[in-house]
């Protein structure tokens, strides 16, 4: 199972943002099958966000089909400066549980390297399978 952590060090600049989104959609467009929008349904959301830093920008959410699915992947996500109801700073983080969408959140992060300021770890964790002995 992989889970995926990013963080940008600085706030891109929201054309650059709209334009990083518009070149991942043959990306969205070869994988449609394998992929649902935040809400579930089968279209990959693009909405206009606004940061409690004061950045606004587009983001796109998709996850994995329906029994294949783990976390909500949002992208461009939190920000430097985002915080909650608390003020505890938001981190970025989505557990793909493993399934297929998880190719595609690598090959976004891993094009997102190259245009913004950010830094991204990928964590795989193991799952053990257990055997009942009887």
């Excluded at 959410?61 to 029994?67: A, D, I, W």
């Excluded at 992060?109 to 300021?117: G, S």
Aim: negative net charge.
């Amino acid at each position: 199972m992989s889970i995926y952590k990013w963080k940008f060090h600085t706030i891109p600049d929201p054309k650059a943002v709209e334009c990083f989104i518009d070149d991942q959609m043959p990306l969205f467009s070869r994988n449609a099958k394998y992929l649902t929008g935040g809400d579930g349904e089968p279209v990959v959301d693009i909405m206009k966000v606004e940061h409690n830093c004061g950045a606004v920008n587009l983001e796109f959410q998709f996850n994995g089909t329906e029994g294949q699915s783990g976390d909500v992947f949002c992208f461009p996500g939190y920000y430097p400066g985002d915080m909650d109801y608390e003020g505890n700073p938001l981190f970025n983080c989505c557990d793909t549980n493993g399934y297929f969408y998880r190719t595609v959140i690598e090959k976004i992060l891993d094009r997102a390297q190259k245009v913004f300021d950010m830094e991204v770890t990928i964590s795989v964790k193991k799952q053990r399978q257990l055997y009942s002995a009887w």
